[in-house]
């Protein structure tokens, strides 16, 4: 499944998103934002993962959309930029794409912060290339070898003789952190490795490099990139991105998304939160291009 929706795109390219309503309609008699469990009336800002940035403006909008008096403000900027934000107190909900480190639950804990989680969706990993790209799938080990600098020629895996030209997001990134983890074996990015701040870019890098090679989140694909097939068992099957092989297990580099928010404002972000888990929520999931909870 892709989304090619360009207004999508453009929105997600930059990596940051602003969204706010208007408070209140005509006549409406309380205005106070601050009301506790109403959800009606809430203000909240969401901050962090780029993955999980697409899904919470289309979450966030339709509940406005149900709620005139809610105000909620969604910007992105990677997991480890959100979860700061939840230790210092700028945002009310992180966003991540990975789970809390030990060392983030020490800082967190030391901050009087009494974190939560909340399992919001499931998202598949896109390796993507230029669409002129011949090569059409890549096995685990050969992704590695290309992220860690052993495989510099798209000759080795079947291509053009033609350098490759690897993106990744930076170090901030839960994605970046996942791909390390899972696809490379824990294994170091090679120093040559063009970081970038959004998910965003690396879609509109790659589309514009020829010999260029990215991850990306299933959501960001377009027609402007091509999405490649990955095989776990050194070859034998390959499979493609899609929410359904990534809902029925058989594409392998899938991860779980999830919001983050201290205890103190649960009774504020609650009802959002409550709206993401429900049938119209996971709904929004699908149609997003992310793999709902069941």
């Known amino acids: 499944m892709k989304i090619t929706k360009e207004r999508l795109f453009r929105k997600h390219a930059a990596g940051l998103l602003l969204i706010t309503s208007l408070l209140g309609a005509c006549g409406r008699g309380d205005t106070n934002n601050t009301a506790g469990n109403n959800p009606d009336d809430i203000t909240i800002t969401i901050k962090g993962s780029d993955t999980v940035l697409p899904l919470t403006q289309q979450e966030a909008e339709n509940y406005m959309q149900k709620n005139a008096g809610a105000a909620i403000t969604v910007v992105g900027g990677g997991t480890g930029v959100g979860i700061s934000a939840l230790?210092?107190?700028t945002t009310d909900i992180a966003m991540a794409s990975r789970a809390l480190k030990t060392g983030e639950r020490l800082k967190l804990k030391g901050a009087k912060k009494n974190v939560k989680e909340a399992l919001i969706a499931y998202d598949a990993l896109s390796v993507v290339v230029h669409p002129e790209n011949k090569v059409n799938q890549l096995t685990r080990e050969q992704l590695e070898q290309i992220f860690t600098g052993k495989i510099k020629n798209w000759k080795e895996v079947g291509g053009n003789d033609?350098?490759?030209v690897a993106y990744s997001r930076e170090t901030s990134s839960g994605t970046y952190e996942f791909f390390k983890e899972e696809v490379l074996d824990k294994k170091n990015y090679a120093p040559g490795i063009l970081m970038m701040s959004a998910t965003g870019s690396i879609v509109q890098s790659v589309s514009q490099t020829r010999g260029a090679i990215g991850y990306i989140g299933l959501a960001y694909e377009t027609e402007d990139v091509k999405a490649l097939s990955v095989s776990y068992d050194q070859g034998k099957t390959f499979v493609a991105p899609s929410v359904e092989a990534a809902k029925n297990k058989s594409y392998p580099i899938s991860r779980p998304l999830f919001y983050f928010y201290d205890a103190?404002?649960?009774?504020?972000v609650k009802p959002f939160i409550n709206y993401?888990?429900?049938p119209e929520g996971q709904k929004i999931v699908q149609d997003t291009g992310y793999v709902p909870l069941s």
């Open 264 to 268: 103190s404002v649960e009774s504020r």
């Open 162 to 164: 033609e350098v490759i």
């Open 276 to 278: 993401v888990l429900s």
């Open 87 to 89: 230790q210092e107190g």
